[in-house]
């Protein structure tokens, strides 16, 4: 099993819509969470944190819950520009911090 | 600012050659990680710095990769007797401190990546 899962997608979804990502991860001593997005062959950039009470950025709303060990991300009112491939990240206290990353939810916009 | 560079920005090799990677991470930042990501995959961690020193080692595939950092600053990535698996595109980020808290300060700014071609 993978440290961090998420559906690969492919999501199309047109523009104006509504998207939510999931992202699992099994250590149970993960730490922090992030959301990087990466464009095609391109490097990865960070989208944003996630806290544990949740936080919005915009049309980006994330949200952690560590019982059931998973977060996700919802974007409101799509955008062309949101085609991306997003990025699920962990970092768990393995001794030193590991960052690990998901494969990666892939996401195209329509107009 | 100048960002992190990464150098060279392609490489082919053939099977069995030695290669060197180098990552140039912003300045004061004191955390350094390495990646890979092959084709179409996600990012598989390699190994990370915190200052000169790498707490975590587990993430190199074998014993033919190995790494290091000195001054604080530059990393190289060094890859012997390279394998057609080895193809990928190496990247490198930097980030303030790598505490692992959920910051602004571990931000993780990544360079354009090296591609890394074994024929």
């Known amino acids: 099993r993978k440290e961090v899962e998420q559906d690969p997608g492919p999501f199309n979804v047109p523009e104006g819509a509504t998207v939510a990502f999931n992202c699992t991860y099994s250590n149970s001593a993960s730490q922090s969470f992030f959301w990087y997005r990466q464009d095609c062959r391109k490097e990865p950039k960070l989208l944003m944190s996630v806290y544990s009470s949740g936080n919005e950025d915009g049309r980006f709303t994330a949200q952690l819950n560590r019982a059931s060990q998973y977060i996700s991300l919802l974007i409101r009112d799509s955008k062309l520009s949101d085609s991306a491939t997003y990025l699920c990240v962990v970092i768990a206290n393995t001794g030193g911090f590991k960052t690990i990353f998901g494969a990666g939810t892939r996401l195209f916009v329509k107009a | 600012g100048a960002g992190v560079s990464q150098s060279p920005s392609n490489k082919v090799t053939e099977k069995g050659k030695d290669v060197e990677l180098r990552c140039d991470p912003i300045s004061g930042h004191t955390a350094l990680y390495w990646y890979r990501q092959s084709l179409g995959q996600g990012l598989e961690f390699l190994i990370y710095?915190?200052?000169?020193?790498?707490?975590?080692k587990s993430g190199l595939p074998s014993d033919r990769f190995s790494a290091e950092r000195t001054g604080g600053s530059v990393s190289t990535l060094t890859i012997q007797r390279t394998q057609q698996e080895d193809s990928a595109v190496y990247l490198c980020a930097s980030s303030p401190r790598g505490s692992g808290r959920a910051s602004s300060y571990n931000e993780q700014f990544f360079g354009p990546g090296t591609r890394l071609t074994v024929l």
């Open positions: 710095f915190q200052g000169n020193s790498a707490p975590d």
